[in-house]
């Protein structure tokens, strides 16, 4: 919504614009502890919060307002993007991107991003438009075909996993929703495409 970002961090034009240091995090809590300072490096203003592994397959697409509600609440919260693959609620302010896709655990760029990556981040709330970019490392400035190659080249975080108590039909709606296309795809099922792969897996078998 447009009216989630603080006006006051928003430039010219009607234009949010942030470069910033990732900062990532596989577990939720993990991640609201660093912003509450308990941890070293805490994240601090500027810095870009991305937390991966939310998705479908990791949590079955949890609910995140609680970071984005630790940051409101904090005097330099609204200096701090969080970026997702997990979903907010109807409340979560500040400049939050959620439901990005491909998800991490579907091998989406999200999931390759390592911490000190810098971010650019270019949203505007006039057009309703916005991108995320990879634009450096932490020893280097990368171009957009350096970026992708970067991205293409790393594996998946070492810490990406699905949550280990992920219930069973939890798990099975995950995967039928992949199957169809996934978060792209608005996360339903395409009952054509899935009975399309079982065919296909069973004559390869």
Known sequence: KATAIDPTVVGEENIY????????????????????????PPVGPGDVLVYIGGGPLGTGMEETYQLTSALKYLPWGKYVPLL?????SGVSTGACVGHIGPEALAGGPIGRLRDGDLIEIIIDRQKLEGRIDLVGTVDRDLSPAQAAQVLQDRAPHPDLRPHADLPDDTRLWAALQSASGGAWAGSVYDVAEIIRLLEAGKHAA
């Open 17 to 40: 614009r942030l470069r910033g240091r990732a900062r990532v995090f596989t577990a939720e809590h993990e991640a609201i502890q660093a912003i509450k300072g308990q941890t070293h």
């Open 84 to 88: 997702t693959d997990a979903r907010f």
